[in-house]
């Protein structure tokens, strides 16, 4: 194994990878220079107080006569000047080494993210736009974290200790108020950090499942508006954004909540500066130095006002470290679907509806066991796809008509202990690993199923499992024989098939057919058919319409 090969496996072993250790040089001179800009803006603001009040003092008395305004005019202009320039070399430097951090990063986070566990089992989807751009997000969260965390957290705790220092020689009395709303704003920043921490995943949560439930809708808009239920399907989804904007809303509120609490420290910390002088008998040129350092501390307020953005901004940092850590996760058991096994399905005078709500025929009455094939013949029309449905809960059914083994099955738990095939199969645009909707199952499964529904070859040809497919690229049969495939590898223990061996020639519908009914021989098949497929050993059931 190369030495490329063997850093990528390392990442993808130990999680997503730290800082670049070639890039320090340029946070370095980043930190320096916004430790300069900070310098200058305490001794702009600071020389400017002193410079106004020696004026003012100066011309009340002779010495205004040989008073020199030209050194302490000459500072100014120099913190100014370093200040400024200062500034923008440390957005111009930090940017850059940020962007050098992504260049040096990014390819190894990808690498790393592919060769996870987690995505040879879920398949790696950068065609899935939704999970792409979290990915995405988080991988900048985790960029600019020294932009955004920690190059103003550093220049903003060297300046209140600048600071305080010299407070303590000069004005201790001050210091009391100046701690305590310090303090105030560390117990702030630590419950906007909780807050940001629990909306953060619910924001991401909302909106992850709101785009889940809007794909899913807007894949099935067809058959979602011929059963009416379209406006109420496309409600859900934008219910999620609505709540995640609620939450971000709720966020920037106690964020303001906490700069405008932050917003006090510089005022308050000049004015205590100013009174504690004053108390202790300061007067003219003696309150000189205190009326430089409290106007100094007006030189922070810039930063203090930050406060905020730094919190939620290491907020967002450790949710997208913790994020990215999980694509890492070593490889566990297979998660298997809790749904209970059960070994028959009972149909007790069960209305049948159409889509739109209307009674098709008589009440139906069966028992569906285990081990015994159900097949549901009748002419088109007669309700037999919507049977199908009625059993998978996707539509409306009469709980109390529906036991299994005797106990009333919900629509809830319909549709979590059945796999429900369309006749007419959805092909996502996707990998083949994507499609088969089975993200547990080994690669030797997934190519078992496909070899039973006669597909290994073609699937091969498209590329093997992480090969893209769409709906375009594959014929009416091999979609179908696609659906077929999600029903091999399917656990549930009702599985139901709508026209399986529609659209396959006669001879390889019945044996790819003959094959499924094997692998689900211990579960409860229900499948439809216009003809007369009758498999061996099923059991008919003709439905009028």
């Not at 000459?74 to 940017?95: D, P, S």
């Not at 969260?141 to 220049?155: E, G, I, K, M, N």
């Not at 009469?398 to 796999?419: H, K, N, T, V, Y």
């Amino acid at each position: 194994m190369n030495a490329a090969a063997s850093s990528v496996t390392e990442q993808s072993r130990i999680g997503p990878p730290q800082e670049p250790v070639r890039n320090r040089a340029p946070w370095r001179l980043a930190l320096g220079l916004a430790l300069a800009a900070l310098a200058g803006g305490i001794l702009l603001t600071g020389v400017s107080i002193w410079f106004l009040g020696a004026v003012a003092l100066a011309g009340l008395t002779p010495a205004a006569l040989t008073f020199n305004f030209h050194v302490p005019a000459a500072f100014i202009r120099l913190f100014a000047l370093t200040r400024t320039a200062a500034k923008y070399g440390e957005r111009v430097v930090g940017h850059r080494a940020a962007l050098t951090d992504q260049v040096l990063r990014r390819s190894t986070l990808f690498a790393a993210m592919a060769a996870a566990p987690s995505v040879r089992k879920a398949g790696w989807q950068l065609g899935n736009q939704d999970r792409l751009a979290d990915y995405l997000d988080e991988v900048e969260d985790v960029d600019y974290a020294r932009l955004r965390v920690s190059l103003p957290s550093a220049t903003l705790g060297v300046a209140i200790l600048l600071l305080v220092a010299p407070t303590l020689l000069i004005a201790p009395l001050a210091v009391v108020p100046i701690l305590s709303l310090i303090s105030a704003n560390i117990v702030g920043a630590y419950f906007l950090a909780n807050r940001a921490d629990a909306d953060l995943a619910a924001m991401r949560e909302s909106r992850q499942q709101a785009s889940r439930l809007l794909g899913a809708a807007i894949q099935a808009v067809v058959p979602l508006q011929g059963e009416r239920r379209w406006g109420l399907t496309i409600e859900a989804p934008f219910d999620g954004y609505a709540n995640a904007q609620t939450r971000a809303m709720a966020l920037r509120h106690w964020q303001a909540l906490l700069d405008t609490l932050a917003n006090c420290l510089a005022p308050c910390a000049m004015l205590s500066i100013l009174v504690s002088a004053w108390l202790s008998g300061l007067r003219g040129e003696a309150l000189l130095p205190p009326a430089l350092l409290a106007f100094a501390w007006l030189a922070v307020a810039e930063s203090v006002l930050g406060t905020s953005k730094i919190v939620v901004a290491f907020a967002r940092e450790k949710a997208a470290r913790s994020a990215l850590a999980q694509w890492n996760a070593p490889d566990g058991v297979t998660r298997k679907h809790v749904t209970e096994r059960i070994s028959s399905l009972t149909l007790d005078r069960l209305p049948r509806h159409a889509a739109d709500g209307r009674l098709i025929g008589r009440p139906i009455s069966a028992t569906l066991k285990a081990g015994r094939p159900t097949v549901l013949h009748g002419a088109s029309g007669c309700g037999k796809t919507s049977l199908l449905k009625q059993i998978a809960g996707w539509l409306d059914a009469s709980d109390e008509c529906l036991l299994g083994d005797d106990i009333e099955l919900s629509a809830d738990a319909r549709r979590a202990m059945s796999c429900f095939c369309a006749h007419d199969a959805t092909v996502l645009a996707d990998t083949v690993r994507e499609n088969l909707f089975a993200p547990h199952a080994s690669d030797d499964e997934l190519w078992r199923a496909l070899d039973a529904v006669e597909l290994q070859g073609r699937m091969r040809a498209a590329g093997g499992l992480d090969g893209w497919i769409t709906q375009d690229v594959l014929s009416l049969g091999e979609a179908q024989r696609l659906n077929l495939a999600r029903s091999w590898l399917s656990d549930r223990p009702v599985i139901l098939l709508d026209e399986p061996i529609e659209h396959l020639a006669a001879e390889q519908g019945k044996r790819i057919l003959h094959a499924l009914l094997q692998r689900l021989r211990q579960r409860i098949v229900i499948l439809s058919s216009h003809g007369e497929l009758i498999p061996k050993g099923a059991t008919a059931i003709r439905l009028q319409g």
